[in-house]
């Protein structure tokens, strides 16, 4: 763990002396493409997969483009994430499959992850603020094999407004809060007796063929991020960001979910352009 | 400057640290159950409540159930005896898919179904008596093996289990089907079968196929009443594009568990297919897992699997048409009588 945010930092530094050669401007970058490492804690009560809660401290990888005129903002991304489930109050638990027979503890790993696109729209401005108001579509993906011996899965396609807003502390800092609301998801989830079993269809297929719409009256899932920028060079800045998430459904049985994400940036601006 | 871009931003941190400290509140993930022994007594009895698929087809009173069982759970229960009551109550359903596990320390399992004398199978047995063997995976615990019977153009096809993805099955059946073509009957061994995919069973039945026919339907629980279940699902047993139509005994016994069953039931549609064993297990629905507040597993049936005509077996299996019933000493003497009178069908035809 420590070997691998030693390792971001060092190429984080690297490719900022790198850039920091490049010519000063007052132009502004159209684009940027940022590069994070991952650190959180999920946490999961689903009772359609156990009465308890699990904890997730996970790691992942995000990778976003963001396109940038003067009142305009467009962002693609994705980002994958894994790490061990565990029920505290369970601890470590180690079963056999029968009397006798090998033993093995019972750690399921979850893999999880998305893909987003988005538009915003410049909705205010002054010298050194600026927000922004939009939407984007966002497919959330988990999987896990032997959450209480079972497979466990959800596939979340949400349509979100989003509002940023950003502040300019001096030429180097920047500080940028964000707010996603998902208005409608269109969600797959375990079936209420978890199997899924349907003849000539794939087990991937047949679950996500189950998916249905919900609403914000059944389905819900605020984010806010804040984020730490430092403009290390022309080309290239540091970032910090904080992010909580909370989501609830209650099809077909509750599921609540919370999320403590950390992520440290690197960000390459190009295709500069005079504002 | 700096202090005053602070105020603009400070409202939205200090509401992010809120958030943050609040999240870490449970009561935003909702409360978990003790994990005594009358707390887990009831989560147990309650999830099989609101999740078993069987109650109405076994025509138990599952509040009786509880009403017999819950006096005897106290939190000054040991792990042991609580097993043993809770075991007590499972075995009222008496379903080979429903089973308990208490973790190590002291692990310890409970299976609700039947138990049949085992010994009654040895594939040793015959192995002995192929003159040419094909084998796929390791050689002491094959997944499947095939060849023919000395002297004779009879082949045979044996399959462990069915656990693989149905592609798995589609390519090690076309290679078999490829080498037993050129037999003139062939015996294949389900008794071996322990349980799987269903859709894989699905597959291996349309290499012996000639129509498309309806073998089976299922439907699963989608409410917590005993009655609540989603739409029929229905199951055909589809020709493979290289079939086997020459006459088959698909041999039985009560190993044959599961999507072993779905499978029987899908060969059971082939016109050129007669049954010799013994019943099968009587075990048919999926059973997926929960877990109690004291880290223990459980299984349980949450489907309704019937044939073509609605008929359920569960808790039955599926009768050969012809009974042979292997003894564990018969077997550790050298003796297969089932295979024997697969013989006898297919030479007398």
Redesign the interface.
């Known amino acids: 763990m420590k070997t691998t945010l030693k390792l971001v930092a060092g190429l984080c530094f690297a490719l900022a002396i790198a850039s920091a050669r490049a010519q000063d401007s007052q132009e502004k970058p159209g684009a940027e493409f940022r590069i994070s490492y991952l650190r959180g804690t999920q946490k999961l009560h689903d009772l359609q997969a156990s009465p308890m809660i699990y904890y997730t401290t996970y790691n992942g990888l995000n990778l976003d483009y963001k396109r940038i005129t003067e009142k305009n903002r467009w962002e693609f991304g994705l980002e994958a994430k894994t790490g061990n489930m565990i029920a505290p109050e369970l601890g470590e638990r180690e079963f056999q499959i029968e009397e006798g027979g090998d033993s093995f503890v019972l750690i399921p790993s979850q893999y999880f992850g998305e893909i987003r696109a988005g538009y915003q729209r410049q909705v205010s401005s002054k010298s050194k603020s600026q927000g922004y108001l939009g939407g984007m579509i966002r497919d959330e993906f988990y999987y896990a094999d032997g959450l209480a011996m079972n497979t466990w899965s959800m596939n979340s396609l949400e349509f979100a407004a989003r509002y940023s807003h950003f502040v300019e502390l001096g030429k180097k800092h920047r500080i940028e809060g964000d707010v996603i609301l998902p208005l409608v998801a269109f969600t797959a989830r375990m079936p209420y007796s978890n199997v899924v079993s349907q003849p000539e269809k794939s087990q991937a297929k047949a679950f996500l063929e189950e998916s249905e719409f919900a609403s914000i009256g059944t389905y819900q899932h605020p984010e806010i991020q804040l984020s730490y920028r430092y403009h290390l060079a022309h080309r290239s800045g540091l970032e910090f960001r904080y992010s909580l998430d909370w989501l609830h459904y209650s099809e077909p049985r509750s599921i609540k979910k919370s999320n403590h994400e950390i992520a440290l940036a690197w960000v390459y601006f190009f295709q500069f352009a005079h504002h | 400057?700096?202090t005053y871009?602070l105020k603009?931003?400070g409202s939205?941190?200090l509401?992010?640290a809120l958030?943050?400290f609040s999240?870490c509140n449970?009561t935003?993930?909702?409360e978990?159950?003790a994990?005594t022994p009358t707390s887990s007594f009831e989560?147990l009895w309650s999830e099989f409540d609101q999740?078993y698929?069987l109650f109405e087809l076994k025509n138990l009173d599952w509040q009786a159930v509880h009403e017999e069982f819950a006096p005897k759970v106290t939190d000054q229960l040991t792990d042991d005896q609580l097993f043993d009551v809770m075991s007590e109550m499972l075995a009222k359903l008496n379903d080979g898919h429903v089973w308990l596990?208490k973790?190590?320390p002291g692990?310890?399992?409970y299976d609700s179904g039947p138990e049949f004398p085992e010994g009654t199978f040895s594939l040793d047995l015959i192995r002995g008596e192929l003159s040419e063997e094909k084998v796929f995976g390791p050689d002491d615990e094959p997944m499947m093996v095939y060849g023919k019977f000395k002297n004779t153009n009879i082949g045979y096809l044996y399959l462990d289990n069915l656990g693989e993805a149905p592609g798995f099955y589609e390519e090690q059946m076309k290679t078999a089907i490829a080498y037993l073509k050129t037999t003139d009957e062939l015996i294949f061994d389900a008794r071996g079968i322990e349980g799987g995919?269903?859709?894989s069973a699905?597959v291996v039945a349309g290499f012996f196929a000639e129509n498309r026919e309806l073998y089976m339907k299922?439907r699963?629980?989608?409410?917590p009443g005993h009655s609540d279940f989603?739409d029929w699902?229905?199951?055909?047993v589809?020709p493979a594009k290289s079939t086997f139509l020459k006459p088959v005994v698909v041999l039985t016994d009560r190993g044959t568990g599961s999507a072993g069953e779905t499978f029987t039931l899908a060969m059971r549609k082939n016109e050129n297919v007669t049954f010799v064993g013994n019943f099968t297990y009587g075990a048919f629905s999926?059973n997926?897992?929960?877990?109690?507040?004291n880290?223990w597993?459980v299984?349980m049936s949450?489907?309704d699997f019937r044939d073509d005509a609605g008929i359920s077996y569960e808790g039955i299996g599926l009768e050969p048409d012809q009974l042979v019933i292997n003894t564990p000493e018969q077997v550790a003497n050298g003796m297969d009588r089932a295979i024997q009178a697969a013989f006898g069908v297919l030479l007398g035809n």
């Open positions: 400057m700096f871009k603009t931003t939205i941190a509401s992010l958030l943050g999240s449970e935003m993930l909702g978990q159950p994990a989560v999740n698929s596990v973790p190590n692990f310890r399992r995919d269903d859709r699905q299922t699963f629980k989608n409410g989603g699902i229905f199951w055909y589809n999926d997926p897992k929960t877990e109690l507040p880290g597993i299984a949450r489907g």
